[in-house]
T-cell receptor, first 115, second 109 residues
């Protein structure tokens, strides 16, 4: 079974520029998550999708971050414009249902550096 | 909201046993997860507890006490490859998974 795929793996941009990340979840998984992990901290949920609908985006800085999951499969996360404090690893995860014992499977992440 | 507390770092010798603690406060509770994360890699699932007691899985065991808001992960027969960060994550009443900062375990020969 193929895992969660993410691209790019690394990205360096200057502040105020825009950047987009792509995620392809495990086939058949209804739930998709985007997390932000700052160095030395645990992952922080940015947004959760159930199929192509948003379930939880309460921690997404909506003035600069946006995400979509068209057709309930792939997802993109965009930052526009980027700030220095956005430097982090952006992890995408998926799970079959998002409930109970449902394990989340993580992709390799995109390491973003904002200069 | 959810608040999860873990010690930041510990060092242990190969072959030893190490216990990693996690205390939490949450509105509603739908389970506690432990994940392992090697440096520069994604977290991988280790265990899940939703009822009180001990869950054993090979060299790893996880314990939960819901009344105390407390869990621990026990690693036995430590190997060098166990050097990693161990993340405690709680699924609250809103079904959101909230992660602690992680406990960095360093295994030395």
């Amino acid at each position: 079974e193929a895992g969660v795929a993410q691209s790019p793996r690394y990205k360096i941009i200057e502040k105020r520029q825009s950047v987009a990340f792509w995620c392809n979840p495990i086939s058949g998984h209804a739930t998709l998550y985007w997390y932000q992990q700052i160095l030395g901290q645990g992952p922080k949920l940015l947004i959760q999708f159930q199929n192509n609908g948003v379930v939880d985006d309460s921690q997404l800085p909506k003035d600069r971050f946006s995400a979509e999951r068209l057709k309930g499969v792939d997802s993109t996360l965009k930052i526009q414009p980027a700030k220095l404090e956005d430097s982090a690893v952006y992890l995408c995860a998926s799970s079959p249902t998002g409930l109970g014992v449902d394990e989340q499977f993580f992709g390799p992440g995109t390491r973003l550096t904002v200069l | 909201g959810q608040n999860i507390d873990q010690p930041t770092e510990m060092t242990a010798t190969e072959g030893a046993i190490v216990q990693i603690n996690c205390t939490y406060q949450t509105s509603g509770f739908n389970g506690l997860f432990w994940y392992q994360q090697h440096a520069g890699e994604a977290p991988t699932f280790l265990s899940y507890n939703v009822l009180d007691g001990l869950e054993e899985k090979g060299r790893f065991s996880s314990f939960l006490s819901r009344s105390k808001g407390y869990s621990y992960l026990l690693l036995k027969e430590l190997q060098m490859k166990d050097s990693a960060s161990y993340l405690c994550a709680v699924r609250g009443g809103n079904n959101r998974l909230a992660f602690g900062k992680g406990n960095q375990v360093v295994v030395i020969p």
